[in-house]
Structures are given as structure tokens and as C-alpha cells.
């Protein structure tokens, strides 16, 4: 497992994409934030996972975290995104803006943000692998590795041509195991085959498996009355060997002191348990799905301001359930005062932010059709 010290990490990290937000406007609730770390870092779990684009989280981070608790009571994580630089040395900024906007002058962990097949071509012609070699030479970072979004084939060519990263980051949820468009299972099989420490994200896809189809609800229900869909979700990831933390993108307290009830304690799922997740993987492979992880990366650029991830959010409650009239309701409500799916001009802008690969333009039409 390399230099990291894996069996340090808990198996819960704190994902800090998606803070609780205050009633007025669309300012980050610092005060729930800081309640959510303390209860957090009182369950005895040390790492807090941003990034330069997430818009505020690293100075809430700041405020809510590395303010009030001795720095060498957690570990943070942050990342640098090249593709959303224009040329190289802005892109090697973000790392010292990333620090000033935290209040800290060193990073645990630091990544190379959302590589996939094009990006890597960029974060090579920026020179980005040498430049986080010797931040770590440096003492800035202690770490590095890289999030990453596409096939298995494009992981191997990546671990092969650079064994010094220390780890990686990928999306593996039980809903996408099996998935062929997205290949979760080969994908974590590439990362053990060059034995690389695997910190997991989206292990509740973007939310969705929190409240997955009626069938697989009732399923869990039946086996752990008590325990919540999202605990399913994340105590599958966290089972697989190999895995250094699994990432929840907290988004209120309540969401904390449920991940906190399974996880503090950590119990890996047992054979019944399995065999239930196993079911569930065979009931999402025979349902369609829109895989948009709600990161909201391509929302920021819309000029229609559309609310794509809720519209998708929509869809995939009447494909999952057929349920019409609540995907309706939920649709009118994301698009209330915003532009709706049939507002698109098809500028692209979208698509190329989206990690996921998705064809957002045809997906919208496809919404616009289905809710009008
Ligand atoms: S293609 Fe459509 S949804 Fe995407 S950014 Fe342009 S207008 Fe918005
Ligand atoms: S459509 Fe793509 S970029 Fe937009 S929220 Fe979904 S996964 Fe993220």
C-alpha cells in the first residue's frame, strides 16, 4: 500500500463538495459545518476531502476546521484542476491559493483533479506531474495521487506511466459495479492490480442511492429494518479490500450522525448482507439510468441557467419507479424561476465540464419530451 499509512485513515472521510447552505442565498452554513467536523473528529475520523473548485469549501473548511482543531489532529485533501486553467502556471497558482484560502501551509493529500483521457494530456503538457513531485520534495504536499473518471483501459495506461502516484481516487458504487457504460468493478480491479490505496467517491452516486427503486428499499428494509439505503451504499465500498477511505459529501448534520451510526465503528457487510447488495446490483443493471452524479461542474457556465443534475434527478425518478406524477412535481420544482430542459441551445458548454461523459444536450431533449 505504498508509504500511506492506510490502517490510519477511518474508513469515513468527510467530503466537503456539497456543505450545508444557508436559507438566504447560496452561502455555505459555516456554523452546521463546524458542528458537523466536531462530531466528526469526536468519532475519532481524520479526513476532510475539497478541492480549488469547489466554489467555498476550502475557506469554509477553513473557518469550520482548520481554525479551531490542531492541524495534526486531521488530514485535508484538496485538488487541482488543469482543464478549468487556461495555461500552466495558473493551474500550479491553485495550490498556493488552495493553502492561503485554507489557512494552512501543507496538504496531506493532494490530487490531480477528475483525469480521464483528455485531461491527462493537458496535466502532462502543464508539466503537473514533475510540479506536484516537487511540492511534495518541498513539504507542501504530503501526498499525491489523482481523481479519476473514465474506462479501465485509460487507469492502466495512467498507473503504468506514472507509478509514483501514491493513490487514486474513484467513483465505485454498488448501482455502477456491473454497469457497462461505467465498469465501477474493473475499474477498482486496475487500481489493486498496481496496488494503489483507494480513497472512494460518490459511493452513494451523487445521493441517489439514499433513495434507490421501491424494490431494492424494501429489500434492505427486510434484512436491517433500522439502517438507512445510504448505509448500504457506503458499507459496500467500504468492505472491498484495498480501500483507504470512503468519501460522504455531507450536506447536513443529520446525514453526519446517520454516517456516524455505521461508521464510527465500521463493520463490514456479512454473507446475507452481500447477497442482498448482490441482488440490488442485478435489479440496477435491468433499469436505465442517467449516471449524473449531481457535482453541479457543469451548471456554473450554462447561459440558460438550467438546473441539469436536479432535471436528470427527475428523469431518474420516473425511469427507476414510473413514477410520473412525483418526477413531475420534482422537475417543476428544479426548473421554478430557471431556465427547463427545452431551453437549451445546444452551446456544448455543459458537456465538456461533465466528468461523466454524458451527452447532456441530447439527454435534455430527451427530459424536455418526457415533462414538457
Ligand atoms: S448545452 Fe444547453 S444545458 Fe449545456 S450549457 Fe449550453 S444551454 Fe446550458
Ligand atoms: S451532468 Fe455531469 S457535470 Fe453535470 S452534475 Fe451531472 S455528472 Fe456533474
Redesign the pocket.
Known sequence: MGNIAVENIGKLGFGLMRLPRLPQGDVIDVAQTAEMVDLFLEAGLTYFDTAFVYGGSEEATREALVKRHPRENYTIASKLHASSQPNADLARKELEISLERLGTDYLDFYLLHAMDKNNYETYKKYGLWDFVKQEKAKGRIRHYGFSFHDQPEVLDRILSEHPDAEFVQLQINYADWENPNVRSREIYEVARKYEKPIVVMEPVK?GALATPPAEIADLFKSIRPEASCASWAIRFVASLDGIMTVLSGMSSLDQMKDNLSYMKDFKPLDQKEMQAIHQAMAAYNNIRN??????????DGCPMNIP??EI?SAMNTRLADGAIARSKQMYEAAVAGRGCAGDCVGCGQ?QQ??????E?IN?LKECSEAFG
Open positions: 451523487g442517467i449516471p449524473c452524479t449531481a457535482c453541479h461542474y457543469c451548471t441539469i443534475p436528470f455543459c465540464m461533465c466528468p461523466q461523459h454524458l447532456i439527454l
